[in-house]
């Protein structure tokens, strides 16, 4: 899905921030860099914030004109901090990552581009009027200019969460893959059972006026979903206790 | 919603980073930054990348741990590019911006920390087990170190995101409006303390063999997301547990 989409620099003016949209995009899994007549490239300041993502520069490609980066794309999203005088279609990230998700299924591949402005005064409206939709980030008014790296971080994160959309949907649990089996419905009965008379044996739980502990215990634990080893440590933590009391009683 | 979260960086190297994550905070409306022991604070550098977030630079706090960072914080996320010895339960960021709204509806306003590592580095396995949730930016398997600044963008991007959507739908939390405030991370900690220090008195645990007890019981409470009463109830329990060694080995 992201084999793609390319990431389009108008105008560039501060070197390293051209090594943070590298390092950004390698981060997500974006590849095609294009840049639009940069003031400095290649440079040593690209390199040190590219972080290791030397590839994704030297594989970008530069261009003369904004028209010359998106001639074969067949989807041209201009990112936008600004309100303008005539309204553009405006998406938020996660909805332009849909859109780019849905026309790639539906209509085979092709190349996407997403355009990012100059520094300090993004694009001009004519540039923005070549693309066919504007992304805004929706960030705080009165100080809504993200720095160049950290827009195509946003944008590129927003793809990346939309091709493992699918993905995640199968995820287990807890998001990484668990180093133990749930465990069951018994072994949890069980266990509760051994925390019930172990607690009215240190006196803490008064089977005459056990008020609401038992309840709330269930619930704190129950709602972590226990594996199989957390049970074993707690059990064993419970036969320890008895075993301390008992021997102690003697 | 975003008035009481916490953006913790810990000994970061870099100065510019700092101004860069205070930019990022700003354009997302996040304002509260603590810095554990970064290496130089204030500077010119991290000013220069602040590019007008000032105001966050100034009024950020500085402590020497990570504990004094997260101590009043009913919800501590630490973020995580790496994959743990023993799993942990991971959230994407959208999942912890859903439950951050939740929670924040459901139990009263509190804190509400996110913790980021060193550059190179990232956090330790010990401040890692500080945190109840880890939270993993879903980047690309063998270049997946984010830029500081770049990740914190996005987690306060996410959080805007959910600030400015209904997410309630999405919530995973427990679909239902809870009846406690949430346990403080101080109290989370006196607990573990004084778990270990009984199970050392009852034998279960050796302290000079200690294996995983501790981390795998961490884990298993703290994915709970503990409210004050269960705390108090499991302390409770300790203390009983404590009372009746002591007074049968009389």
């Not at 084999?3 to 590298?22: C, E, P, Q, R």
């Not at 539906?106 to 993004?122: H, P």
């Not at 493992?164 to 990484?176: C, F, R």
Request: with cysteine; aromatic share 4%; proline share 4%.
């Amino acid at each position: 899905m992201q084999a793609d989409i390319k990431i389009v620099l108008v105008n560039t003016t501060h070197s390293g921030n051209i090594g943070g949209v590298a390092r950004a995009m390698k981060n997500m899994g974006l590849a095609d860099l294009v840049l639009v007549a940069p003031k400095s490239f290649p440079s040593d300041e690209a390199s040190a914030r590219a972080a290791g993502a030397d590839d994704i520069l030297s594989a970008a490609t530069l261009v003369d004109s904004l028209q010359q980066a998106i001639a074969g794309c067949r989807l041209v999203f201009a990112t936008s901090a600004r309100e303008r005088h005539i309204p553009w279609p405006i998406m938020d990230p996660r909805e332009m990552a849909a859109v780019i998700s849905t026309v790639d299924k539906d209509a085979g591949s092709g190349a996407v581009a997403i355009v990012f402005g100059r520094e300090d005064r993004g694009l001009t409206n004519e540039e923005l009027h070549l693309c066919q939709h504007h992304v805004c980030i929706p960030s705080v008014s009165g100080f809504s200019s993200l720095n160049i790296a950290a827009a195509v971080q946003v944008i590129a994160y927003e793809i990346r969460m939309a091709s493992l959309t699918d993905v995640s949907a199968q995820a287990p649990q807890w998001g990484t893959s668990w180093d133990v089996p749930l465990a069951e419905q018994q072994e949890l009965e069980l266990m509760f059972e051994h925390f019930e008379s172990t607690m009215v044996k240190t006196g803490f739980l008064d089977p005459e006026n056990p008020r609401q502990f038992m309840t709330r215990l269930r619930r704190l634990i129950m709602r972590a979903l226990p594996d199989k080893i957390e049970v074993n440590i707690l059990r064993g933590m419970l036969t320890s206790i008895t075993k301390t009391i008992g021997s102690t009683k003697k």
